[in-house]
């Protein structure tokens, strides 16, 4: 009847003239639905609306460039004219990349021919058009009786949540549809009882690629009765409640796609509606039940935490490694460097301090107290501390082991004591008395794995956040550290350098100490939560004391000659140290200390630049150049 017809439903579907569209405008009038038919062409609109009702009582053909928000607002009002209410918006009209975002065609041309500006349309038509259609929509299904209130369905793409290089515009576009559905889905839900869904098209036969059938198998294709399945759940949602939901069709199915898991941890918050925005920009409170009200007690303003730039507390800021670290951390964007030292008052502390864009701070190792005060408000620790300095001044090796040990605890639990800090970066060492108990020791290094070893058992919190770095040779030693430099021997016009090792073992090679250590800290806390718990080698090379004397002696062009002598004669001459270097050499013979396993972390996955990282080559010449070996 007349009365019956007049009451029926009514669905505008865009791009309804053919493909998706058609199929679901066909299937929508055979349950009983008044069908509006959108499209750019006329020609075939009226055909297509005349086949399903030759009358155009209850089918019609509206001409409509979705792209264009008149053109939108004019069709909604002609349809609202001819049937006086909206129950359903299928925003199904778009197309794919209309010109290559590649621009392959203008290579080889001059640099002042700029690309001429490209074709929009596919954004246009399916984001800009879905946004359109969706506040247009609202507006007249807020007008429907006796209860107000409706649905929107947007066709995407599985090209939304899985690009594909072909189609670039069109997957982003896609992706941007997906994220306003679920972004609206709420205050339409709450506001105006209107759901809001996306299903996510699979390969379909339809006119938006010329030769689709053949370029997919059957089994790729998604079958009709899948796609008018998809729509149907949200359509026959007799108490409206499905929304904000997105799922995918496919040959085997339908397949729901949830948000993504937060591994940021801020999710929660970064999420949450807050009020006095929504109202700005809105012009009333959104009304949802988790919105924030008014500002949190302690937020950022308030507390004066408001940042400009992290703070990275480096301790033995004054030494090689922790040098290394400033050199690097001063000039990386978004971090401010605290550089940690006993003496402020120092010639290399003034220096540091004298640069204006580091702070210089005074701590003591064997004082907690004082690295807490100093750590505070850092959001990473780099903490290193100095065996050899106890060893020169009359310890022994244990003994400066057991002073090694206990600041390394007081650095992990001042550190552990600071609120804000989110990464901390121990300088380590493999211990040769866990890998070889009862036969070697190294105190210099076994000493710092037992920090390790206590960060992870005692401080649990603090080794969830901890990257422990192991750095190799000091290249720079050959300049610097009298047990290792060449010397000149009398009469032979040659250089020796006196070793208790194979010339030919090799050994990890930390490189130049005055960038090295820096960047892999700065590569560390870039990556975060990935580097947590994980050992990384400072190092890109790995080197025999012969190799190295070569590359000395074809940079300084002074004949050099490694000579190995036995631990007990090295150690009569040398002293305690001495017998620590054998002992270290010696742990390097028995196997790689610093072999990669499943706790390591490598320079790749750290995001290292080999290219940026100085080698033992480039660190040599310069001091050649200096005179450093004259």
Not at 259 to 275: A, F, I
Request: proline residues 6%; glycine residues 10%; hydrophobic residues 40%.
């Amino acid at each position: 009847s007349i009365l019956q017809q007049n009451e029926a439903k009514v669905a505008i579907i865009t791009g309804g003239t053919s493909g998706i569209g058609l199929l679901l405008a066909r299937h929508l009038h055979g349950k009983g639905w008044r069908v509006a038919l959108v499209g750019r062409r006329p020609d075939v609109g009226i055909q297509k609306a005349l086949s399903l009702d030759p009358s155009g009582e209850t089918a019609i053909f509206e001409p409509c460039d979705v792209a264009s928000y008149s053109a939108q607002a004019a069709m909604f009002k002609k349809v609202w004219a001819k049937f006086g209410r909206l129950d359903l918006l299928i925003a199904n009209a778009g197309s794919v990349d209309s010109g290559s975002w590649y621009n392959f065609r203008q290579r080889g041309v001059d640099v002042n021919d700029v690309p001429p500006e490209p074709d929009t349309g596919c954004t246009d038509a399916h984001f800009k058009g879905v946004m359109y259609g969706t506040m247009l929509a609202t507006h007249f299904m807020r007008h429907n009786s006796p209860t107000p209130g409706g649905k929107i369905i947007a066709t995407t793409s599985m090209l939304g949540v899985h690009p594909c290089p072909t189609f670039p515009e069109y997957g982003s576009a896609e992706a941007g549809i997906n994220h306003w559905v679920r972004g609206n889905a709420p205050l339409l839900m709450s506001k105006e009882n209107i759901t809001i869904n996306a299903v996510m098209m699979g390969p379909a036969i339809t006119p938006v690629m010329p030769g689709l059938g053949k370029a997919f198998m059957p089994e790729d294709l998604v079958p009709p009765a899948t796609i008018i399945k998809a729509y149907d759940l949200f359509i026959n949602d007799d108490d409206n409640k499905r929304t904000g939901e997105t799922v995918e069709t496919s040959y085997h199915g339908l397949f729901w796609y949830d948000m993504p898991e937060d591994k940021s941890g801020s999710k929660r918050r970064n999420v949450l509606v807050y009020e006095p925005w929504f109202a700005m920009i809105h012009g009333e409170k959104s009304g949802l039940g988790d919105a924030l009200q008014e500002a949190p007690e302690g937020n950022a303003e308030d507390s004066g935490r408001i940042k400009e730039f992290e703070i990275i507390a480096v301790t033995g800021a004054t030494g090689a490694q922790g040098g290394g670290v400033v050199n690097i951390m001063k000039k990386t964007p978004g971090w401010k460097v605290r550089a940690v030292t006993r003496n402020p008052e120092s010639g290399a502390a003034k220096k540091l301090a004298a640069d204006g864009s580091v702070e210089v701070v005074a701590a003591d190792w064997s004082d907690e107290a004082s690295l807490v005060k100093a750590f505070e408000g850092a959001a990473a620790v780099f903490a290193v501390t100095n065996w050899w300095e106890s060893l020169f001044s009359g310890k022994s090796q244990w003994e400066s082991g057991e002073i090694e040990e206990q600041h390394g605890m007081n650095l992990a639990q001042a550190a552990a004591k600071t609120p804000t800090l989110e990464h901390y970066l121990w300088s380590t060492q493999p211990s040769a008395k866990r890998q070889f108990p009862g036969k070697l020791e190294t105190p210099h290094m076994d000493y710092k794995a037992n920090v390790d070893a206590r960060i992870k058992a005692e401080l649990p919190e603090l080794a969830a956040k901890t990257t422990y770095l192991y750095f190799g040779y000091y290249p720079q030693n050959m300049a610097y550290f009298p047990l290792i430099k060449p010397f000149a021997f009398p009469g032979t016009g040659q250089f020796v350098q006196i070793m208790a090792t194979d010339p030919h073992a090799k050994i990890l090679l930390a490189g130049d100490m005055t960038v090295n250590p820096g960047i892999w800290v700065r590569q560390a806390l870039a990556t975060g939560p990935a580097a947590f718990g994980k050992y990384a080698n400072v190092a890109l090379e790995r080197w025999s004391f012969q190799d190295m004397m070569d590359k000395w002696s074809e940079i300084t062009g002074k004949k050099g000659v490694v000579v190995q002598v036995s631990e007990e004669v090295w150690s009569k001459f040398w002293g305690p140290a001495g017998t620590e270097l054998a002992w270290q050499f010696k742990f390097g013979e028995l196997c790689d200390p610093w072999a990669v396993g499943a706790d390591h972390i490598s320079s790749e996955a750290l995001g290292i630049d080999a290219t940026e990282v100085v080698g033992f080559e480039g660190t040599i010449r310069p001091l050649a150049a200096a005179g450093m070996f004259d």
